[in-house]
């Protein structure tokens, strides 16, 4: 049995797999776009012309997949409820990643030493996902 988060990005999922490839050196397993659905195009339940779009992505991040879409294409993604929690093995690369996602973000926790990791932060990417960034105690 596998748990994978599935991120829903609303039109705006190929910006933020080329963002989280820049920032953290995620890797596309797999792309397909609603122009490849086998079926009319009334069943992708997408405006007309968001063929372009992405229907399904899956994206490497170290060792865990993540799925993503462009879902509705609507312009109005919703993360609530959750965040993503990247784990590193130092400082210095906690420093590095936290910056990055954190670029047009909103940072809701600066980086700081805690009881439970040397290194810990929050914050809110472009895309609204919300991350958790620690260094492994």
Do not use: N
Not at 8 to 26: H, K, N, P, T, V
Not at 58 to 70: C, K, L, Q, V
Not at 90 to 109: I, N
């Amino acid at each position: 049995m596998q748990v994978q988060p599935y991120l829903f990005l609303d039109g705006s999922c190929e910006e933020a797999i080329a963002f989280y490839r820049a920032a953290i050196g995620a890797e596309v397993a797999m792309l397909l776009r609603y122009k490849d659905h086998p079926g009319p195009e009334e069943e992708r339940m997408v405006p007309p012309g968001s063929g372009e779009k992405v229907m399904h992505a899956a994206i490497r991040i170290g060792e865990t997949t993540i799925f993503a879409s462009d879902g509705r294409c609507l312009g109005q993604p919703s993360f609530q409820g959750f965040a993503l929690s990247l784990t590193v093995h130092d400082v210095a690369e906690a420093e590095r990643a936290f910056a990055a996602l954190s670029d047009q973000g909103k940072v809701t926790m600066p980086l700081a030493k805690t009881f439970f990791s040397p290194s810990f932060g929050m914050l809110t990417d472009r895309f609204g996902v919300s991350w958790m960034v620690l260094v492994a105690p």
